[in-house]
């Protein structure tokens, strides 16, 4: 069926480095792209999406890149503090809104 | 104020004793649905409603059932849990229009542990 590959799985990087988690989806009518944010013991939480008519959104620290043609989203998160620390989600509809596997992010102090 | 509530948090049960895990939204949203998160395979869905009275397989519906007889509840049901239903489950809504393009709200989670 129609999937979402989220790498890497895990990520640890130094305070203050940027992180780049990729996701890469089957369904090329999809339009949507959103990403959530995970902390320990807490619920999922959108941080940013970003639909098909841009090719790339930033909030702040965080960015968002589509290419369509490859059929890849990349979440971008730079100037890293530890607060960043917690498992990121990518998603795409793909008839249903299906979720990558995750990536436990690390910020090192 | 808004907000996806889900209870209980934390379950432990045994082999076959049927159980219900409730979830309510109060922001008047059509589209609820489950998921449960397991280390290493993330978020699949269990189950979903579009609105009342009318609900759909996800991609994992084995072992559940769900009912939508109103529109703020989504109660997720395991006639006979088994210990391969040991999972993180979250329930979720989000405004209809093109549901799996809105923001998915989550409630806190329920951490069922099967013995």
């Known amino acids: 069926g129609e999937n979402v590959e989220q790498h890497p799985s895990t990520l640890s990087v130094q305070e203050g480095d940027s992180a780049v988690i990729k996701c890469t989806y089957s369904?090329?009518?999809?339009?949507?792209f959103p990403w959530y944010k995970q902390e320990l013991g807490k619920r999922p939480q959108l941080i940013i999406d970003i639909r098909s008519n841009v090719g790339e959104k930033k909030d702040q620290r965080i960015a968002v890149t589509l290419n369509k043609t490859a059929k890849h989203f990349s979440l971008h998160i730079t100037e890293t503090q530890p607060e960043d620390s917690a498992v990121y989600f990518c998603?795409?509809?793909?008839?249903?809104?299906?979720f990558g596997t995750g990536t436990r992010l690390t910020i090192i102090p | 104020e808004a907000q996806v509530t889900q209870n209980p948090r934390y379950l432990i049960t045994v082999t076959g004793k049927k159980l219900t895990v409730t979830c309510s939204q109060n922001m008047n949203h059509e589209y609820m649905s489950w998921y449960r998160q397991d280390p290493g395979l993330g978020l699949r869905q269990i189950y979903y409603s579009m609105n009342v009275e009318v609900t759909d397989k996800g991609d994992v519906p084995e072992g559940y059932k769900v009912s939508r007889k109103e529109k703020r509840n989504f109660p997720l049901i395991l006639e006979s849990p088994s210990p391969n239903q040991t999972s993180l489950y979250f329930c979720?809504?989000?405004?209809?229009?093109?549901?799996?393009?809105?923001?998915?709200?989550f409630g806190p989670g329920t951490r069922l542990l099967v013995l």
């Open positions: 979720a809504s989000s405004p209809l229009l093109r549901a799996i393009e809105e923001t998915q709200y």
């Open positions: 369904d090329s009518a999809s339009n949507y």
């Open positions: 998603a795409a509809p793909q008839e249903k809104l299906t």
